[in-house]
């Protein structure tokens, strides 16, 4: 390494790049062991409140709309569809095309968990002013939009 060089941590925004880095882990952690009494786990709960809020996506739509691969999905699902969850059903207007929806037991098990996400956000951040929170949520979702620009531009 070059003397010139400068070290990740000497860098100004350091702190703040692995404060949310951090809160974003523990976050998951912690919601991950408050949806356990549910029997689902992060990754399920971001499908479920995804279909909650925008019934009939494909498969595709959802991972774009979850940032992951639609390899992810294609193990996920199998496993929601066999729980009862979530079912799958031909587009009306393109044969070719399968639409996911959640089923009555989904939807339930959906708010269940809704409640204890809910929840989790108020404990964390109800002594943060609201102002303070909207402040944190448009710097995110600043940095979101760069992060999907730089990975569009590898594409």
Known sequence: MNKNQSLPWDHPR????????????????????????????????????????????????????????????????PQMEKRGLIERRGDDRDKRVLRLYL?????????????IQTGLIDRMLTDEPLEQCMAMADSMERIIALLQNDLKDED
């Open 103 to 115: 089923t009555a037991e989904g939807r339930v098990l959906t708010e269940k968990a809704m409640v």
């Open 14 to 77: 350091f702190r703040s790049w692995i404060a949310v880095a951090r809160a974003c882990q523990l976050m998951q952690q912690s919601l991950g062991r408050s949806l356990a009494e549910l029997d689902i786990k992060t990754p399920h709960l971001d499908i479920l409140i995804n279909l909650y809020r925008f019934e009939g996506l494909t498969q595709q739509d959802l991972a774009r709309k979850l940032l992951v691969g639609r390899s992810n999905m294609s193990m996920l699902l």
